[in-house]
Every structure is written in structure tokens, then in C-alpha cells.
């Protein structure tokens, strides 16, 4: 029988060099269920052992919410003219300033998670066939293996818009013995791969995921549907390397037609019922629930009860279900003066107050400390935490037709979501060339998806990174010192020093 014991010199090498955090299924009693006579691995002994780890991917967005949402909330926010960095720091303020080094911990922390959370999805893709338990029905394998090629597909279209070249991690990496370093070596330390090649991936795992995974479940949108494999689809087709903005029309289309829309009321989205509707929140009137959940605008969201509320709320301000807890420091994500004032261009947004909300506070950084804003979308431990809804996959669908010279069509759109805001339809002019409707287009997806992760990206994909940014600095009064100027080299961020200590085979994104 072949070994299957690290000799002791490759295991101390791979204890010192690679990070635990990047789990590539290294030692199989961190992973594995048992191995038969033969010596072979194996991972699921049997149809429940799937089923928890169905349950564990399921879960990821609900538990590990500092690198898919806290995080990304500061990149897209505060890196952008929505926010400020909030507290400042040394995680925040090269966001705000334009100063990002590899060293940056808020960056090692979100790669090493990513990177996890690929090898928890690549653990079913690979070895759900494998399960020999009989009563797993290969409807169910087929399903299972979709659900996590979405999940793989969501990770990296993080990682490869944050970061560009990223290592394009399939498999699951075998166990390192005296016969075997040559083939498993790169597995443990693999190298970048080009961010189009990246993307080709996605597009395969999303395409896979829509023959087998299950469709919209309108009371539960916590599932890796169909439907969440359209929704992104549509995101990918809008980006630069995959660029086809009639499949963003097709797969915008697909959502309407898997009775996907606008909710009528903009603040059901984020808005908690209270134990006093009639009274503000207070030390004895708390949050309850949200007023909606698995709403028909929501296509993919995390969940969250009493007794197992989300712990970020009180990153951003108070926390509605207990009115003083942890709100006596500075909160991430400050909304900026730029933000509000573009929010005030006219009269009458809704949305408004839905995003930000004004307080007194302990601390003055950068307003006064008696009429303080704090981001307040997410208001409560038990707000739902939305990955993606209708409204961005519908805009999207206004920039295809924008691309496609059908202003008027856009501006259609565009309307839609204005009017559920309480403003009047874009006025002919604003439709008239591709100029006018483009920047009123930004402007309406800057509102309307306003402290929701999106505007940074947004201004990657539309090649308005230099323009905005190397210019809010003059206007926004409240904004620190721009450290460096925004550039092309700007739009991807540094490779983590310390995993690029780990893994010799990764080169440092240019500018860096």
C-alpha cells in the first residue's frame, strides 16, 4: 500500500510557507470522512455527509461577512466619492486617499477568505461523483455540483475585479509525499492566471450552473439558483473582457421572466419593523424584523434571526435592535458630502433617507459631531444583507442599450427606477445624445445603488476611474488629502505582501 505520510522535512515546508487560511484540502483530516482499504481518499462517505457541506456553502455568505461585504462595501465606498474611510486607520485610509500597499490587512485578509471559501466549493465540484452512497440520486449530484460552480463563479468575480490576475483554482490539491511533490507543488502554490482566462471560467460555471441548478425559489433567496446564475451572468457580459451587452439584454430579460421586479416601496428593501411603529428606535422600542424578506427584487441575499443577527450593522452606525451597543466609536463607510449633495440635486429622492441617516455622536472627524451621517442601509442585526438585486441587473440592462444607441429605451429604464423614488421622468434632453444619457445613467445607478458595494466597480468598468476620483478631492471639503492620483495602474489593487511571501509564484500587480 502507497504511503500516504508527509514526510516530516515537506510538512514543516508547507506549514511555513503556505497559508491556512488558502485551505487546498491539504491534509485529509481537515476535510475527509474516512479512506477505504485501498488508501483512497474519501471526502463524503455518504449522502448526509453532502448535505452538511451543501449547507456549509450555503452558509458562507451568511458567516463570513468582513470580505464579501464589510470590505467590499469599503473598496467600492470609501475607494470611491460615496464615502469615507469612517474610522480612520491603517485598514481604511489608504481607501480613502488613494495610498493601498500590499501590507494593507484589510487586502491579505479578503484574499486568504476568497481563496478559501474557492476550496470549500472546489471540495463538492470534485468529489460529489464520487459518493457511493446510493440513496444520493444523480439529480441531486448534478444539482449540488451547479449550486457550487455558482458559488465558485460569485467568489472569483470578486477577486478578479478587485485584483485582475488571480490563481484559477479548480481542483483540490493532493496530499504531499516523497512521489507526488512534482504534481501537487503547484496545487499549494499555484500561479496568477490572465484576468481573461479568469473570466472565461466564470462564464463556464455559470453556464454549467443554469443546466442543473434549481430555479427561483420566491420564499427563499438564499439559494444558488438559476436565477443567480443569470443575475451574474448579466454582470460578467458587462464587463470588459467578456463585453457582449446583448447577452446582458437576454439574461436581464430571463429575470423579468423569472418574476423577478421592482418592489413598489424602495425603503421595504432595508426598512425593520419596530415594537412601536409609532415611536423612533430607542433603549426600549427595538428592531424586530425586516420588513421584507425573500422580496421580489432580491435575487440573492443572507438571512439573519434573532439570536443570529449579522454582526457588521454596528460597523456602520447604530444598530436598531439594541440603540447604544458598540456606538461609541468611529463607524466605517461615512457618507461623503459629494454623495449627499448629488443626493439633494433634486428635490425629493426617497432614497435619500433610506442611505443615510444623521445622528449625534462622540466623535467629529468629519462633520459635527451633533448632526453626524452614518450609512444606513444595513440598520439592524437582522436587516437581510442583499448580494444582488433586480434594480442593478435592470440598469445594467439601460447601459447595454446605451451601448447600442437606444437612449430612449434606456431612459425608459432609467425612469423606472426615478419614478419609485418619487422623482419625475429624465427630460428629453437627458436622452438626446449618448453624453447626456450616460452621465444621467450614472448618476441614477450611483443613487439608487448608493453603500451597496457597487460604485467603485462601476467606475472601473466605465472607465471613469481618472475622471471622478482625480476630481472629487477639489469639491468634497469633508475628503483628506489624495495621496497618490488615479491612474489605469489604479484600477486593480496590490497582491497581499504576505501571500505573495507564501507563494513565490505570484508577481505583484503593476503600479505596486
Same mark, same amino acid.
Given at each position: 500500500?502507497?504511503?500516504?505520510?508527509?514526510?516530516?522535512?515537506?510538512?514543516?515546508?508547507?506549514?511555513?510557507?503556505?497559508?491556512?487560511?488558502?485551505?487546498?484540502?491539504?491534509?485529509?483530516?481537515? *476535510? $475527509?470522512?474516512?479512506?477505504?482499504?485501498? +488508501?483512497?481518499?474519501?471526502? &463524503? #462517505?455518504?449522502? !448526509?455527509?453532502? %448535505?452538511?457541506?451543501?449547507?456549509?456553502?450555503?452558509?458562507?455568505?451568511?458567516?463570513?461577512?468582513?470580505?464579501?461585504?464589510?470590505?467590499?462595501?469599503?473598496?467600492?465606498?470609501?475607494?470611491?466619492?460615496?464615502?469615507?474611510?469612517?474610522?480612520?486607520?491603517?485598514?481604511?485610509?489608504?481607501?480613502?486617499?488613494?495610498?493601498?500597499?500590499?501590507?494593507?490587512?484589510?487586502?491579505?485578509?479578503?484574499?486568504?477568505?476568497?481563496?478559501?471559501?474557492?476550496?470549500?466549493?472546489?471540495?463538492?465540484?470534485?468529489?460529489?461523483?464520487? *459518493? $457511493?452512497?446510493?440513496?444520493?440520486?444523480? +439529480?441531486?449530484?448534478?444539482? &449540488? #455540483?451547479?449550486? !457550487?460552480?455558482? %458559488?465558485?463563479?460569485?467568489?472569483?468575480?470578486?477577486?478578479?475585479?478587485?485584483?485582475?490576475?488571480?490563481?484559477?483554482?479548480?481542483?483540490?490539491?493532493?496530499?504531499?509525499?516523497?512521489?507526488?511533490?512534482?504534481?501537487?507543488?503547484?496545487?499549494?502554490?499555484?500561479?496568477?492566471?490572465?484576468?481573461?482566462?479568469?473570466?472565461?471560467?466564470?462564464?463556464?460555471?455559470?453556464?454549467?450552473?443554469?443546466?442543473?441548478?434549481?430555479?427561483?425559489?420566491?420564499?427563499?433567496?438564499?439559494?444558488?439558483?438559476?436565477?443567480?446564475?443569470?443575475?451574474?451572468?448579466?454582470?460578467?457580459?458587462?464587463?470588459?473582457?467578456?463585453?457582449?451587452?446583448?447577452?446582458?439584454?437576454?439574461?436581464?430579460?430571463?429575470?423579468?421572466?423569472?418574476?423577478?421586479?421592482?418592489?413598489?416601496?424602495?425603503?421595504?428593501?432595508?426598512?425593520?419593523?419596530?415594537?412601536?411603529?409609532?415611536?423612533?428606535?430607542?433603549?426600549?422600542?427595538?428592531?424586530?424584523?425586516?420588513?421584507?424578506?425573500?422580496?421580489?427584487?432580491?435575487?440573492?441575499?443572507?438571512?439573519?434571526?434573532?439570536?443570529?443577527?449579522?454582526?457588521?450593522?454596528?460597523?456602520?452606525?447604530?444598530?436598531?435592535?439594541?440603540?447604544?451597543?458598540?456606538?461609541?466609536?468611529?463607524?466605517?463607510?461615512?457618507?461623503?458630502?459629494?454623495?449627499?449633495?448629488?443626493?439633494?440635486?433634486?428635490?425629493?429622492?426617497?432614497?435619500?433617507?433610506?442611505?443615510?441617516?444623521?445622528?449625534?455622536?462622540?466623535?467629529?472627524?468629519?462633520?459635527?459631531?451633533?448632526?453626524?451621517?452614518?450609512?444606513?442601509?444595513?440598520?439592524?442585526?437582522?436587516?437581510?444583507?442583499?448580494?444582488?438585486?433586480?434594480?442593478?441587473?435592470?440598469?445594467?440592462?439601460?447601459?447595454?442599450?446605451?451601448?447600442?444607441?437606444?437612449?430612449?429605451?434606456?431612459?425608459?429604464?432609467?425612469?423606472?427606477?426615478?419614478?419609485?423614488?418619487?422623482?419625475?421622468?429624465?427630460?428629453?434632453?437627458?436622452?438626446?445624445?449618448?453624453?447626456?444619457?450616460?452621465?444621467?445613467?450614472?448618476?441614477?445607478?450611483?443613487?439608487?445603488?448608493?453603500?451597496?458595494?457597487?460604485?467603485?466597480?462601476?467606475?472601473?468598468?466605465?472607465?471613469?476611474?481618472?475622471?471622478?476620483?482625480?476630481?472629487?478631492?477639489?469639491?468634497?471639503?469633508?475628503?483628506?488629502?489624495?495621496?497618490?492620483?488615479?491612474?489605469?495602474?489604479?484600477?486593480?489593487?496590490?497582491?497581499?505582501?504576505?501571500?505573495?511571501?507564501?507563494?513565490?509564484?505570484?508577481?505583484?500587480?503593476?503600479?505596486?
Amino acid at each position: 500500500m502507497k504511503t500516504k505520510y508527509i514526510l516530516s522535512i515537506l510538512t514543516a515546508f508547507v506549514l511555513a510557507s503556505c497559508s491556512l487560511d488558502y485551505d487546498p484540502l491539504d491534509t485529509y483530516s481537515d *476535510v $475527509t470522512e474516512g479512506m477505504d482499504q485501498d +488508501s483512497v481518499i474519501v471526502v &463524503f #462517505k455518504d449522502k !448526509a455527509a453532502v %448535505l452538511s457541506h451543501r449547507q456549509t456553502l450555503l452558509n458562507l455568505y451568511k458567516n463570513g461577512q468582513e470580505h464579501w461585504f464589510l470590505d467590499i462595501l469599503l473598496l467600492n465606498e470609501a475607494h470611491s466619492d460615496n464615502a469615507y474611510a469612517g474610522a480612520p486607520n491603517n485598514e481604511t485610509t489608504p481607501f480613502e486617499v488613494n495610498s493601498i500597499e500590499g501590507s494593507n490587512t484589510v487586502l491579505n485578509r479578503d484574499w486568504n477568505m476568497h481563496m478559501g471559501n474557492v476550496a470549500q466549493a472546489n471540495k463538492m465540484i470534485v468529489y460529489v461523483d464520487s *459518493v $457511493t452512497d446510493n440513496t444520493l440520486t444523480e +439529480s441531486e449530484r448534478k444539482q &449540488f #455540483k451547479a449550486e !457550487a460552480k455558482i %458559488l465558485r463563479a460569485m467568489i472569483y468575480f470578486d477577486m478578479v475585479r478587485v485584483w485582475g490576475n488571480v490563481p484559477l483554482v479548480t481542483t483540490v490539491a493532493g496530499d504531499i509525499t516523497a512521489e507526488t511533490i512534482e504534481e501537487v507543488y503547484p496545487a499549494y502554490f499555484p500561479p496568477q492566471t490572465d484576468a481573461l482566462t479568469v473570466y472565461q471560467q466564470i462564464e463556464q460555471d455559470l453556464l454549467d450552473g443554469l443546466q442543473d441548478a434549481p430555479a427561483n425559489n420566491p420564499q427563499d433567496k438564499t439559494l444558488f439558483t438559476k436565477s443567480v446564475a443569470r443575475a451574474l451572468l448579466a454582470k460578467v457580459y458587462a464587463e470588459k473582457p467578456l463585453r457582449d451587452y446583448d447577452k446582458v439584454i437576454k439574461y436581464a430579460d430571463e429575470l423579468a421572466a423569472d418574476g423577478f421586479k421592482l418592489e413598489d416601496n424602495f425603503a421595504d428593501l432595508f426598512n425593520v419593523v419596530l415594537e412601536d411603529p409609532s415611536s423612533p428606535p430607542s433603549l426600549t422600542n427595538k428592531a424586530i424584523v425586516p420588513t421584507i424578506r425573500n422580496s421580489v427584487e432580491s435575487i440573492f441575499e443572507a438571512q439573519y434571526f434573532t439570536g443570529a443577527g449579522n454582526w457588521a450593522t454596528w460597523m456602520f452606525g447604530r444598530p436598531l435592535e439594541n440603540w447604544t451597543y458598540y456606538f461609541t466609536w468611529a463607524k466605517w463607510i461615512t457618507p461623503s458630502r459629494d454623495l449627499i449633495r448629488t443626493f439633494n440635486s433634486e428635490q425629493g429622492d426617497k432614497r435619500y433617507e433610506q442611505t443615510v441617516v444623521f445622528y449625534e455622536c462622540e466623535w467629529s472627524i468629519y462633520y459635527p459631531a451633533n448632526n453626524y451621517p452614518f450609512m444606513y442601509k444595513c440598520r439592524s442585526a437582522y436587516n437581510n444583507i442583499i448580494k444582488m438585486r433586480y434594480a442593478d441587473i435592470l440598469l445594467l440592462k439601460a447601459e447595454a442599450l446605451i451601448d447600442k444607441g437606444e437612449y430612449n429605451g434606456a431612459a425608459q429604464i432609467i425612469n423606472q427606477t426615478r419614478r419609485r423614488a418619487g422623482l419625475s421622468n429624465l427630460t428629453a434632453s437627458a436622452s438626446a445624445s449618448k453624453e447626456a444619457i450616460t452621465q444621467a445613467y450614472l448618476k441614477e445607478r450611483r443613487l439608487e445603488l448608493a453603500l451597496e458595494g457597487q460604485r467603485w466597480f462601476d467606475l472601473v468598468r466605465l472607465d471613469k476611474v481618472e475622471e471622478v476620483m482625480n476630481a472629487v478631492f477639489a469639491k468634497d471639503e469633508g475628503r483628506p488629502a489624495q495621496a497618490m492620483p488615479y491612474t489605469s495602474l489604479s484600477y486593480v489593487l496590490p497582491i497581499p505582501q504576505a501571500v505573495m511571501d507564501q507563494n513565490p509564484n505570484l508577481v505583484q500587480n503593476p503600479g505596486y
